[in-house]
């Protein structure tokens, strides 16, 4: 009998032939997924076209049910055996990723070239965003409602676009700025173009408009042209610049993905697996999938972790299911998964987290009890009962899995949704994957893990 606690490598516990070929088939439906999915909109997109076609749908007496929100945030629930007063299995996941958002007044035309202005959203380090390929991904509402979905940059031989630098021959003060005051936010402009509007076209501009801004009427030309497009639409719109290009294997054994997004797209993509490939059998709990927007922004807004949305579709099921169940014996005997990432131990940066209560790259999903700040500020402390009836679910399915903290107390610090799903008196705990280089165009996940989490989830739906 061994006393002591050792976390467990998931390559050396999946090194079969057959866990071998699991993980890897796994890992190419995972890097297709992110590939394709970049925005909001493209993951709940994918989302719901994978439950419908496993039969989850509108009809709110059906034992599957789907309910998509603004095309950005999604519920569904699978009915499970037992009454839905004895609580549901839930698996809670974000759909938003840092990333710079196109201002809603975004041409303008600067030293000859042509800019769109972009605002960042959630969490970015601003400098990673210079002088890489970019795409340009979202959606264009015209006054009549008509709305023009874009992916702009993604095929090969297709023209991407970039945030110019500054050239270190001139970077001599910018050298000597903090890193805050270094980037500005303002200076993040994407070029667009930088061909004048072609003589022709112009004739039929004003006289005293001929002599200004000749790119960006370029610009808008070209819009017109291939969009029936005017400036003020995009005023209406949803534009996102994110790294252009599919996501990759890393490394000389290709056991890492890299690629934009994976915070949290890659808890979306492996809670949807869980739950498709548990369909063959009837489960214990009612399972329920929820994906939410905004949670890079603090949760906020209709599409957000804070919104009333999750509740009405509670509501909803029960009233179709069981409606003389109270919502409060359904919330209160609930259990769920706030399916998030958690930052792996980093090689060059070992000091930022304490030894003991920090995760590694390959070692399995990782439970985080609270997250927070400071003296735990802003947690939801998952209680120890949960914890333990959790480990010992996945010590009986062999499944490895690590505790850690976000990094060393005092030294930053960060939350998820589990406090707002918590309020409603469910247990619920942090759990997910670990990322190196995370909120960072190219984030690093371990082929290993995606395959121990996606188990995990699909242990803990089906548990008893
Ligand atoms: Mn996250
Ligand atoms: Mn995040």
């Not at 402009?189 to 001929?210: F, I, T, Y």
């Not at 990322?435 to 996606?454: G, I, N, R």
């Amino acid at each position: 009998m061994q006393f002591e606690f050792t976390p467990r490598n998931c390559w050396e516990v999946y090194n079969s032939a057959k866990d071998k070929r699991k993980i890897e088939d796994l890992a190419a439906r995972y890097l297709n997924f992110l590939s394709r999915c970049k925005t909001e909109r493209e993951t709940t997109d994918y989302v719901c076209q994978i439950l419908r076609q496993a039969g989850f749908g509108e009809d709110p007496k059906g034992s599957k049910i789907l309910r998509p929100l603004q095309g950005k945030a999604v519920f569904a629930a699978r009915r499970g055996r037992k009454n839905p007063g004895q609580g549901a299995h839930l698996i809670f996941a974000h759909t938003d990723t840092p990333r710079l958002d196109l201002k809603q007044r975004p041409l303008q035309e600067q030293s000859s070239v042509g800019q769109a202005k972009t605002h960042y959203y959630g969490g970015i380090r601003k400098y990673q965003w210079f002088a890489r390929p970019l795409a340009l991904h979202g959606v264009i509402v015209k006054e009549n409602g008509e709305s023009l979905t874009l992916a702009l940059g993604e095929k090969p031989g297709e023209p991407v676009f970039t945030i110019a630098d500054l050239l270190p021959h001139l970077a001599a003060k910018q050298m000597d700025q903090p890193l805050r005051a270094a980037f500005e936010a303002e200076k993040m402009n994407l070029v667009l173009g930088h061909r004048p509007l072609e003589a022709p076209s112009r004739q039929r501009r004003k006289k005293e408009d001929e002599s200004k801004d000749k790119i960006k009427a370029g610009l808008l030309n070209l819009l017109h042209e291939r969009y029936g497009l005017v400036e003020e639409d995009l005023y209406s719109a949803e534009l996102q610049a994110v790294p252009a290009g599919p996501a990759l294997e890393v490394g000389l054994d290709s056991s890492l993905i890299g690629g934009f997004g994976q915070d949290d797209r890659v808890n979306v993509f492996l809670a949807l697996e869980a739950l498709t490939q548990s369909l063959a059998q009837e489960p214990p709990h009612t399972q329920i999938l929820v994906f939410l927007d905004k949670e890079e922004i603090g949760s906020e807004g209709s599409t957000g972790a804070k919104s009333r949305f999750f509740e009405y579709c509670m509501q909803e099921l029960l009233r179709h299911w069981s409606p003389e169940t109270p919502l409060a014996d359904l919330m209160l005997n609930s259990r769920g998964l706030s399916a998030d990432v958690h930052p792996a131990s980093d090689p060059d940066w070992p000091d930022l987290h304490e030894k003991l209560n920090a995760a590694l790259l390959g070692y399995g999903p990782c439970f985080c009890k609270f997250t927070g700040s400071r003296g735990k500020y802003e947690a939801n402390d998952a209680h120890a009962e949960y914890v333990a009836w959790l480990r010992g679910l996945l010590n009986k399915a062999g499944i490895p899995w690590q505790m850690a903290e976000l990094g060393k107390v005092d030294q930053g610090g960060g939350g998820t949704v589990a406090m707002h799903f918590a309020k409603y008196g469910m247990n619920i705990i942090d759990f997910g994957p670990t990322v190196l280089s995370m909120h960072s165009p190219f984030e690093l996940t371990s082929k290993a893990d995606l395959y121990a989490t996606c188990l995990a989830f699909k242990t803990f739906l089906n548990a008893g």
